[in-house]
């Protein structure tokens, strides 16, 4: 009976152990690097100019990426500027509808916003718990302020597809997100990916969701306000593979940016979206490794 009881007993605990190993990867393999959520690209008329803009109203830090380009650094991203003749295109017409940073008390930081002459896209609103307003950014990109979330930090780009289901899936299985595209709530048909600091918002491109200045199909977003988002890994080399090996087609081929630095590739979304795939190292392991 002793030994009977000291046999169950080994089992349990080789049983508890089993369930709360952590799995191994096979020899010779790594596991699936997940992608990390690293920029968004604005084209600009003037770097200084909305550098000062987002400084001033958001907090972001003016920087020069790699000490090569403008940028703003907003907690664990970036917005990345390219200065181009003006006008700049809107992104209106694309797929990005606009870059959302969270707030905190939503009515005192509309007054707030056009006591300092900032012109808005559509006035304070309430929604959950919270509210939400779009303003203008420099070159009329749209900016959203919304204040369910409570804090001040960069937190969502909002996309409009034609399948928003189909698209979130893609964005999750290109970036290989460490959460999966999700049913959002509160809107219908919304979708979503999480990548921690900054989420994808998703919505059908349908009559109540799509902007008032749309005038035909979604358009590409390539010289577009909002020019495309990027995702970093450690390994750009496997994360290139790993893209081949779905079929997904590379729009522009592995290379080195003279002027910035970077060593990236681009594929795109469903809907047109430019999206960059870079090979940096995440923040804030890259401020002391």
Known sequence: MQNRKLAAGI???AGILAACATPVAAPGTAPVEHGRFHHVHLNVADAARTSAFYEKTFGAVPVRYGGRVPALMAERAFILLNQTAAPVASQIQTGVIHIGWAGVDGPSEFEGLKAQGVEFYTPLTRFLTGHFMYLYGPDREV????????HHRLNHVHLLASDPKTSAEWFAKVANSAAPAEAGVGLPGY??????DVAL???????????????????PTDGSGIDHVAFSFRDLEAAHARIRRMGIPVVKEMATDPASGLKSFFVRSPDGVLVELIQAKPLPDAAWE
Do not use: C, M, S
């Open 11 to 13: 089992l349990l605990v």
């Open 143 to 150: 900016i959203e302020i919304w204040t369910v979330e409570k």
């Open 191 to 196: 979708w979503k990916v999480d990548f921690g």
């Open 201 to 219: 918002d998703i919505l059908p491109d349908t009559q109540l969701f799509r902007p008032k200045e749309r005038t035909g199909a979604i358009q």
